[in-house]
């Protein structure tokens, strides 16, 4: 696997931003994907970064360094729907392998 | 609609009797694999496949066994489950194995063995 790690739960309100972040092992890297994943549902796909920098996708923004290690998710303008586990996990260069971290749940309150 | 069907959605069985899962998805896709959900453990790889008849084993492949005689169905077989089988079970494929394909995901089977 990829070691990954991130935050067990978190908690905003309704309006605000979170930022989730993730850490992975750096060797044998090849990009890192965001999903996010409602109680009871299937994941589902949000983003994927292989380039340092960040990427923007309306409310959401997944932004990358390779030389840290480090990644994170940002959700603006909390929706309650966006209450939900947020899975981070990375793809090995040697097989493409995806490896997940156990998932981020956001809970937002009113 | 583009999707990735599994059945059954839930499934209650005893320890040793033989069970199928069944993953298809309409979508051409070449790569298939098979996860397991734990709470706290995150998605773990079990199986996955890279074409029709090409399977590798991924992180947790004890216990499993699959096949991909068709493109588009990859089955999970447990010949003699047992209690550590009980897990939230999904299929996923993308179209390639590529490092940039998204997986999709189908709708989970959960698996409580007695």
């Given amino acids: 696997?990829?070691?990954i790690d991130q935050p067990t739960e978190m908690t905003?309100?309704?309006g605000a931003i979170v930022q989730i972040n993730c850490t992975y092992q750096t060797s044998g890297f090849n990009g890192l994907f965001w999903y996010q994943q409602h109680a009871g549902e299937a994941p589902t796909f949000l983003s994927y970064n292989v380039l340092d920098g960040l990427e923007e996708k309306g409310r959401?923004?997944?932004f990358l360094s390779r030389s840290k290690g480090y990644s994170y998710l940002l959700l603006k303008e909390l929706q309650m729907k966006d209450s939900a586990s947020y899975l981070c996990a990375s793809v090995s260069s040697n097989d493409y392998k995806l490896s997940f971290g156990a998932g981020t749940t956001v809970t937002?309150?009113? | 609609e583009a999707q990735v069907t599994q059945n059954p959605r839930y499934l209650i069985t005893v320890t040793g009797k033989k069970l199928t899962v069944?993953?298809?998805?309409n979508m051409n896709h070449e790569y298939m694999s098979w996860y397991r959900q734990d709470p706290g453990l995150g998605l773990r790889q079990i199986y996955y496949s890279m074409n029709v008849e090409v399977t590798d084993k991924g992180d947790v492949p004890e216990g499993y066994k699959v096949s991909r005689k068709e493109k588009r169905n990859f089955p999970l077989i447990l010949e003699s489950p047992s209690p550590n089988q009980t897990s939230l079970y999904f299929c996923a494929s993308s179209s390639s194995a590529g490092a940039h394909y998204e997986q999709y995901f189908g709708p989970g089977t959960r698996l409580t063995v007695t």
Avoid: I
Wanted: aromatic share 6%.
């Fill in chain 1, 1 to 3: 696997g990829q070691n």
């Fill in chain 1, 12 to 14: 905003a309100t309704e």
């Fill in chain 1, 60 to 62: 959401f923004s997944s």
């Fill in chain 1, 108 to 110: 937002v309150r009113a």
């Fill in chain 2, 22 to 25: 069944t993953c298809s998805q």
